[in-house]
């Protein structure tokens, strides 16, 4: 346990990335622990998540401040005396700003419901079908000042489905979200993990035989 990197997760919402992570950590040899998470948002369900694993949970609400900065300035303060190494924002729903992400350069991760760079933002599932896009997924980077930009740490791909709608292509990323989440953060908290160049580099890496084809056809 002495060695395992300090995370602090960041929620706003429901919280089902953070159970994933929580889920990971429980396991035996997982090189990482969660010593705070953090909600700007008093009703998210992800706070009774955290409290049901006995975490370390508190509230900044971001309308108490009176901008951006002292809403950081209170929420880096928190972090550090909880000795965070590497902050995941997982449904965080506050842009950060550039000094912010620049002070946690490297230790600030983030989970996307999209193949970055591809369908940055909002909405990424409605526009995914509205594109008529056939390969859809996940994304977990590294955080820089641009909204969801920054060197790419690990992706999952699923088919797009002709009789897909938002919420049934939602909940098939989702799934992949609670595998690539804790992928990435394993890779982190055992060392494997190098950004040259603004390019993720894993040590130990194996190619993977299995290419997704979409359509598949009978
Ligand atoms: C996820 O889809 C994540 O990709 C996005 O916000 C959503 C959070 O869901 N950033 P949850 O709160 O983890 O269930």
């Known amino acids: 346990m002495a060695d395992n990197l300090r995370v602090a997760v960041l929620i706003s ?34 706070l009774k998540i955290a409290q049901a694993a006995g975490l370390s949970t508190t509230v900044i609400n971001h309308r108490g401040f009176k901008n951006r900065t002292s809403f950081e300035e209170t929420l880096s303060a928190d972090l550090e005396e909880h000795g ?16 912010f992400v620049r002070y946690w350069h490297d230790r ?17 599932h409605r526009r995914t079908i509205e594109e008529g896009v ?19 740490i690990a ?10 709608d938002e919420s049934t292509l939602a909940s098939r990323i989702l799934a992949q979200e609670h595998v690539i989440f804790p992928l990435a953060l ?6 494997r993990i190098k950004v040259i160049n603004e390019i993720v580099q894993i040590d130990g890496e194996l190619t993977s035989p299995d290419p997704l084809v979409s359509p598949k056809l009978n």
């Open 155 to 164: 992706q999952a791909a699923v088919a797009v489905l002709p009789d897909d």
């Open 84 to 99: 965070t190494e590497l902050i995941c924002l997982a449904g965080f729903m506050r842009l950060l700003t550039s000094g």
């Open 108 to 124: 600030l991760i983030n989970i996307h419901p999209s193949l970055l760079p591809a369908f940055k933002g909002l909405n990424t």
């Open 134 to 152: 056939r390969v859809a997924g996940c994304t977990v980077h590294f955080v820089r000042a641009d909204m969801d930009a920054g060197p790419i």
């Open 13 to 46: 919402g429901r919280g089902t990335n953070l159970q994933a992570l929580i889920d990971a950590c429980a396991k035996n040899d997982f090189p990482a622990e969660i010593v705070r998470v953090i909600s700007n948002n008093e009703d998210a369900f992800g």
């Open 186 to 191: 394993r890779l982190i908290a055992s060392g």
